[in-house]
Structures are given as structure tokens and as C-alpha cells.
């Protein structure tokens, strides 16, 4: 499985940004994906997750601002994100996770098996 992210870019604070992921294999449907972000000099974080059922998971920091969605036939993968604050700006990474995994803790209770080359958003006045 491969995945490719994109829309990133600059937004003032309060904007919003929509980022999607293209998952390129046929059973895409059945996977867990997530979006994880990073920061330089931070650590890794998980930001969102859904599964193949369309359980969906959230970090504290982005829940009601951002919404992880899927599209089956489309084999898509999107995050939309509102009131963006400058704490949010990273690369973004979409991962693919094993197939049947739970999306738990803003990631997904499984097997990683893809992530793509990020996206930078950028969130600042």
C-alpha cells in the first residue's frame, strides 16, 4: 500500500485547511488510516484516526476543530481542519495501518504499514 498526501499550506490563525490522501490499493477500504503530525523539535503526534467501520478517534487538542473522513469509492482519505492555531503547525502524515485495525488514541490499534512524505501546514498572523 502507498499513500500521498496533500493540501498544505499558510493559513492565518483561525482559518482552515483541508488535507487529503490518496490510498493506492484496492482493499484501501478495509485499512485503518490516521494523520499523525510533527513539529520540529517535537515529537511525533497523533492527530485523527478512522477505521474500515468509520470509528473515529481524536487527540484533545484538535477535537471539534478537526474531522477525519474517508471516501471508499474513492480510496481518499481527508482531514478538515477549522480554527486553525499557530500550536498546529507541522508536517502532516497520512498513515495506512493494518487491515481490520480500531481506530483508537487519535491512531489505530494495529500493524503500520504505510505513511507518505507529509504535508506542511503552516498557521501564523
Known amino acids: 500500500v502507498q499513500v500521498v498526501e496533500s493540501g498544505g499550506g499558510s493559513v492565518r490563525p483561525g482559518g482552515s485547511l483541508s488535507l487529503s490522501c490518496v490510498i493506492s490499493?484496492?482493499?484501501?477500504?478495509?485499512?485503518?488510516m490516521s494523520w499523525w503530525r510533527q513539529a520540529p523539535g517535537k515529537e511525533r503526534e497523533g492527530v485523527a484516526s478512522i477505521d474500515s467501520d468509520g470509528g473515529t478517534s481524536y487527540a484533545d487538542s484538535v477535537k471539534g476543530r478537526f474531522t477525519i473522513s474517508r471516501d471508499h469509492a474513492k480510496n481518499t482519505l481527508s482531514l478538515q481542519m477549522n480554527n486553525l492555531k499557530p500550536e498546529d503547525s507541522a508536517k502532516y502524515y497520512c498513515a495506512a495501518w493494518a487491515p481490520l485495525a480500531s481506530a483508537v488514541d487519535a491512531s489505530c490499534d494495529g500493524d503500520l504499514e504505510a505513511w507518505g512524505q507529509g504535508t506542511l501546514v503552516t498557521v501564523s498572523s
Open positions: 490499493k484496492y482493499t484501501a477500504s478495509t485499512y485503518c
